[in-house]
Structures are given as structure tokens and as C-alpha cells.
């Protein structure tokens, strides 16, 4: 006879919110990050290789779709950064009430595309 115990509840039964949903993202950023490390360390050894091979990684980096990863590696690292910003609060004990949690999502989602905005606009004006 099987006992009639209850099941472990999983995704599936759980309603999604927001702050579930940043808290996957927040991961997620994470590890697109450490990709995105990789990329850095292949530019500087090709920095170090010498002016072929930099030249070859930056005309790449020009492109239009090099442009577009780096694009998205600054939203990537904006979130992670302001996202981060709102765990350390939450590790500190603090917006735990669940209107602070929207409103700091909202402050996280909203920060991700000014910060992300800035970073550009001052790389078009370096540039």
C-alpha cells in the first residue's frame, strides 16, 4: 500500500511573479557574464599577440554584430549590477514587503535601460 503523502511542489504548481522571475534572470545574467569574460580575455590576448590579431578582434568587435553583442552585454551587466544591488538589500534584511518588491523591480527594469542608455551614449561620444 502506497502512502498518501503530499507531493514536492515544483515550477509547474507555483505562481510565477516578477520577482521570481528577476531572481532566475539575476542568474542567468551571471553566467551570460562569465561568457561575456571570455570575450574580454580574447581581446586582450589578441592585444598581447600583436597588431594583426588586435586588429582582426576589433574590426569584429566594429561590426554591426559586434556592436550588438556588446550591446547586450551592457543590459546583461547593467541588470546583473542594480539586480545584485537589490539582493544585497534583501540580504541585509530589507524590502521584504511585497509592494517594496515591485517597486524595486520596477527600480531594477527601469535602471537596467537608463544605466544601459548612459554606458552607450558616453561610448558614442568616446568613440
Same mark, same amino acid.
Given at each position: 500500500?502506497?502512502?498518501?503523502?503530499?507531493?514536492?511542489?515544483?515550477?509547474?504548481?507555483?505562481?510565477?511573479y516578477?520577482?521570481?522571475?528577476?531572481?532566475?534572470?539575476?542568474?542567468?545574467?551571471?553566467?551570460?557574464?562569465?561568457?561575456?569574460?571570455?570575450?574580454?580575455?580574447?581581446?586582450? &590576448?589578441?592585444?598581447?599577440?600583436?597588431?594583426?590579431?588586435?586588429?582582426? &578582434?576589433?574590426?569584429?568587435?566594429?561590426?554591426?554584430?559586434?556592436?550588438? &553583442?556588446?550591446?547586450?552585454?551592457?543590459? &546583461?551587466?547593467?541588470?546583473?549590477?542594480?539586480?545584485?544591488?537589490r539582493?544585497?538589500?534583501?540580504?541585509?534584511g530589507?524590502?521584504?514587503?511585497?509592494?517594496?518588491?515591485?517597486?524595486?523591480?520596477?527600480?531594477?527594469?527601469?535602471?537596467?535601460?537608463?544605466?544601459?542608455?548612459?554606458?552607450?551614449?558616453?561610448?558614442?561620444?568616446?568613440?
Open positions: 500500500m502506497q502512502a498518501k503523502r503530499p507531493i514536492s511542489p515544483h515550477l509547474q504548481i507555483y505562481r510565477w516578477a520577482s521570481m522571475m528577476m531572481s532566475i534572470l539575476h542568474r542567468a545574467t551571471g553566467i551570460a557574464l562569465s561568457v561575456a569574460l571570455l570575450l574580454l580575455v580574447w581581446w586582450l &590576448v589578441a592585444l598581447a599577440s600583436g597588431p594583426d590579431a588586435f586588429d582582426r &578582434v576589433h574590426s569584429l568587435a566594429g561590426s554591426w554584430f559586434g556592436l550588438l &553583442v556588446m550591446f547586450g552585454i551592457t543590459v &546583461v551587466w547593467a541588470y546583473h549590477l542594480l539586480n545584485g544591488i539582493h544585497l538589500a534583501w540580504d541585509a530589507y524590502g521584504f514587503h511585497p509592494s517594496e518588491f515591485r517597486r524595486t523591480g520596477v527600480i531594477v527594469a527601469v535602471g537596467t535601460g537608463i544605466l544601459t542608455i548612459v554606458v552607450w551614449i558616453a561610448f558614442l561620444i568616446a568613440r
